[in-house]
């Protein structure tokens, strides 16, 4: 089993920036970590897709969302199995409950085994 732990999140101004961290620890295959996805829940929204990330070394591979790009930067890790999601000049829209997956790929959310339990991330005019 692996596990997903999201950090990072609170409470910022607009324009503001964070950067959340997603760690995998467990006895299951860290291998999983190979694609990692960012998604978001708005309240009465839908999760969505924010970012991800696969491969490694010179095949490496960043997707990100339209409301992302050029604000949003996915990294990884590898010596730590931790990804992480600079955010930078965040708006009030970009309020939600950010997740972490692995175990999967691509851009949507049933396409992914593993979930992190989310990390709240506000963003205040």
């Known amino acids: 089993q692996v596990q997903l732990v999201e950090s990072g999140g609170g409470l910022v101004q607009a324009g503001g920036s964070l950067r959340l961290s997603c760690a995998a620890s467990?006895?299951?295959?860290?291998?999983?970590?190979?694609?990692v996805g960012w998604f978001r829940q708005a309240p009465g929204k839908e999760r969505e897709f924010v970012a991800a990330i696969s491969g490694r070394g010179f095949g490496l591979t960043r997707d990100y969302a339209d409301s992302a790009k050029g604000r949003f930067t996915i990294s990884r890790d590898n010596a730590k199995n931790t990804v992480y999601l600079q955010m930078n000049s965040l708006q009030p829209d970009d309020t939600a409950v950010y997740y972490c997956?692995?175990?999967?790929?691509?851009?949507?959310?049933?396409?992914?085994?593993?979930w992190g339990q989310g990390t709240q991330v506000t963003v205040s005019s």
């Open positions: 467990g006895s299951g295959p860290l291998s999983v970590l190979y694609a």
């Open positions: 997956a692995a175990g999967g790929h691509g851009s949507r959310s049933e396409q992914y085994t593993y």
